[in-house]
């Protein structure tokens, strides 16, 4: 029976490795393919992160004379105290600014498509389908293809060169208010709001203090995407900003690397940087990760 | 950039669920007059919306009808006059441009089916009753995507690099001497650094779809003495058909747009050159204040996405009903 109904395979508890056959259906052999499949590309994804993290423990002599999949002297200190002191410390701002770039922006940005989506799934007005189908248009408009006009646009009014130039364009999310429509319509109830109407209560604080509270899942999905999004985004901060002290630690490590030639010294620590920049985003998307499944199975499945 | 639309864009590929959500409503809310809510509701997402979308794709428009001329010689006064679609036959005329739209295509052509094989494959897999410590695998692979762009660039820029990489070092030892740098390799280079970053974002979708799936088909098919293999070709993979064609949308904006890969690769690879790119050619029209023809160059690659996508899904369409 076991073998019918246990699909997910979501138990951390289990004996590792195909030692024990669970069915009558599974050889053995089939298993230790499969498995050794599995690994190998588990050792593909996971090597060049490995590698990311035995770099960053060496010295810019080790990382280039030492076998650079095992360690060496170990200088991760010295790295990280180096790569904080570097040019005035502009890596912590680095940081700090990408995380106020995507998390204030996705958390701005995913209240405006959750209100929208909400509107456009639980009123009926004129033009809703309309309106919508704007939205979706909006959603095919490549990030990149975007960047260059704002750009000019905002050269218009002086603004390139801010911090708004690259946080207000990122409060966009018409992928956030597409999700937010599916969500809303699917887990607020229409007869939920009529209550709250006959109880008196306005629009905006049934929203607030009700509708939001239901899509609250829904939300945290769309939040993560849009963080993401705005995390990666390379190209509207390249073409926005001149000030280094502006740049998201992506865009700063990207200028490191490309000094390397100039300063070799740079090279260890834009690893570094890189390791210490990418330790906490692992660290949220694997806490979060059933919130993503949630949310990509919605997305995917709705056909 | 491939990131950026990857998440951005899903909407192309499943064009029932507005009409989905919308249809099964046994009860609409009772239609008020001038209820000001959807407005209230409504007006903080669409004034940025068109500010910093719909304004300037119109902007993009525009620019791209317009052309600098210099009136007396090259030092003369600079002066913008209309000029058609003067830059859209400029652009289509470029060798340049022809040859990096070529390259993305032909990218596009080999790399989109080697990822989604391979996401699909190990969500097949990962579903299957022969896997063991799934949990873990799906995690490991998971990993790559939650890396920047940027930063999984650098990394592989490192492990490309013969001065550094102990890759390039195991494979010289083993006979190999790979040139991941060279012209002709860069391009798979930079193929592999996208499928290593997606593959398991993509695996996500398809994992998140086989799941949705009611169990007791399987159950029938295996009283019915279907192999596990059989039930993953001939169930599951059907079944699948909505998060493939999906996944597969996605990577096709993303293969077009592809723009953070190459530009980080140009510091450690002279095979990189500024018009690499459909993206690349646009950001270095740009930056060499060559704004117009930037901008026609940029509208005619959202053009082709929009028109590589919908054929992707009418193709995909057709193929389903008959």
């Known amino acids: ?303 | 950039m491939t990131a950026d639309h990857t998440a951005a864009t899903a909407v192309t590929a499943v064009p029932a669920a507005p009409q989905a959500t919308t249809a099964p409503r046994p009860a609409p809310p009772p239609p008020r007059r001038r209820n000001p809510a959807p407005l209230l509701f409504l007006l903080p997402f669409f004034v940025p919306f068109v500010l910093f979308t719909l304004v300037p794709v119109g902007y993009a428009f525009y620019q791209s009808l317009l052309r600098t001329e210099r009136t007396g010689g090259t030092f003369g006064r600079k002066t913008t006059v209309f000029a058609g679609f003067g830059q859209y036959a400029e652009v289509l005329g470029d060798p340049e441009f022809l040859g990096s739209a070529g390259r993305v295509l032909l990218f596009g052509l080999v790399q989109i089916p080697v990822m989604l094989l391979l996401a699909l494959v190990l969500a097949l897999l990962l579903d299957s009753t022969v896997a063991r410590l799934k949990r873990f695998f799906r995690i490991a692979y998971f990993v790559p995507y939650g890396i920047p762009g940027v930063i999984a660039a650098l990394m592989w820029a490192f492990l490309y690099d013969p001065r550094l990489s102990p890759i390039v070092e195991l494979l010289d030892r083993a006979g190999a001497q790979p040139d991941f740098l060279g012209s002709s390799m860069i391009l798979w280079s930079i193929g592999n650094i996208v499928t290593w970053t997606y593959t398991g974002y993509n695996m996500l979708i398809i994992y998140a779809a086989l799941q949705a799936v009611p169990a007791d088909i399987y159950e029938a098919a295996r009283m019915d003495g279907a192999s596990e293999a059989k039930i993953a070709w001939r169930i599951k993979v059907p079944i699948l058909r909505p998060a493939l064609i999906l996944t597969g949308v996605f990577s096709i904006i993303g293969t077009l747009q592809l723009f953070t890969e190459p530009q980080v690769l140009r510091s450690i690879s002279t095979s990189v050159t500024s018009t690499y790119t459909p993206n690349l050619a646009a950001y270095s029209l740009a930056s060499s204040n060559n704004y117009h023809e930037a901008a026609a160059m940029s509208v005619t690659l959202a053009l082709a996405t929009f028109v590589l996508s919908f054929g992707f899904l009418k193709l995909t369409g057709r193929k389903a009903e008959s």
């Open chain 1, 1 to 303: 029976m076991s073998l019918l109904t246990d699909t997910t395979g979501a138990h951390p508890s289990q004996p590792a490795a195909g030692t024990r056959p669970r069915g009558p259906r599974e050889s053995r052999l089939s298993v230790a393919v499969a498995t050794g499949f599995l690994v190998v590309i588990a050792v593909y994804m996971l090597l060049p992160v490995f590698w990311l993290i035995v770099s960053a423990t060496k010295s810019q002599g080790d990382l280039v004379d030492s076998f650079g999949l095992w360690f060496s002297d170990f200088h991760l200190t010295d790295n990280l105290r180096a790569l904080f002191a570097r040019q005035e410390g502009v890596y912590l701002p680095w940081l700090l600014n990408s995380l106020l770039y995507a998390g204030a922006g996705a958390a701005v940005g995913t209240l405006l498509s959750a209100m929208a989506g909400y509107a456009l799934a639980k009123y009926r007005f004129r033009g809703r389908e309309l309106l919508f189908s704007v939205v979706l248009g909006g959603v095919l408009v490549p990030a990149t293809a975007l960047a260059l006009p704002l750009f000019l646009l905002f050269a218009k009014f002086g603004a390139t060169n801010t911090f708004w130039s690259v946080f207000l364009p990122s409060i966009v999310s018409p992928f956030g208010v597409y999700l937010s429509r599916i969500f809303a319509a699917a887990s607020v109830p229409d007869e939920l709001l009529e209550a709250a109407r006959i109880d008196g209560s306005g629009e905006l604080r049934t929203f607030f203090t009700m509708s939001l509270r239901l899509m609250s899942p829904a939300m945290v999905t769309i939040f993560l995407f849009q963080f993401v999004v705005i995390w990666n985004n390379f190209l509207l901060p390249l073409v926005m900003l001149q000030d280094d002290r502006l740049y998201p630690v992506t865009l700063g490590l990207f200028t490191w690397q490309s000094q390397v030639s100039r300063d070799p010294s740079l090279q260890i620590l834009s690893l570094t940087g890189s390791l210490v920049s990418v330790v906490p985003i692992v660290i949220t998307f694997l806490v979060l990760q059933r919130y993503w499944k949630a949310g990509l199975a919605a997305g995917a499945v709705k056909s």
